[in-house]
Nanobody, 121 residues
Framework: VQLQASGGGLVQAGGSLRLSCAAS????????MGWFRRAPGKEREFVAT???????DYVDSVKGRFTISRDNPKNTLYLQMNSLEPEDTAVYYC????????????????WGQGTQVTVSS
């Protein structure tokens, strides 16, 4: 599976961005997809996941602000990020796994290259 993340950029606090992750190489609709992020000087952390059944899960810090979704005919994963905060500044990665809903990066087999999100205060 090849994953290509895009949509990052510089935005002011309170603004919005939508990240996209284009997938190829395997039946996208059968995979659980996830978003992770790595802030400067910190470990990579789980952000959100969506299973092939469209079950979703989020880290507490983004609940109510971020929405993960998928468009199976387009083989694309999305992360709509609203009410962005400076603490959301990080490189965001999309990932894929044949497993069910998964929060641990160790459960993901395939990774995109990352897209930078910078939120200014």
């Amino acid at each position: 599976v090849q994953l290509q993340a895009s949509g990052g950029g510089l935005v002011q606090a309170g603004g919005s961005l939508r990240l996209s992750c284009a997938a190829s190489g395997r039946i996208f609709s059968s995979l659980t997809m996830g978003w992770f992020r790595r802030a400067p000087g910190k470990e990579r952390e789980f952000v959100a996941t969506i299973s092939w059944r469209r079950n979703t899960d989020y880290v507490d810090s983004v609940k109510g602000r971020f929405t993960i979704s998928r468009d199976n005919p387009k083989n694309t994963l999305y992360l709509q990020m609203n009410s962005l905060e400076p603490e959301d500044t990080a490189v965001y990665y999309c990932a894929a796994t044949p497993a069910g809903v998964a929060r641990s990066d160790r459960q993901y087999n395939y990774w995109g290259q990352g897209t930078q999100v910078t939120v200014s205060s």
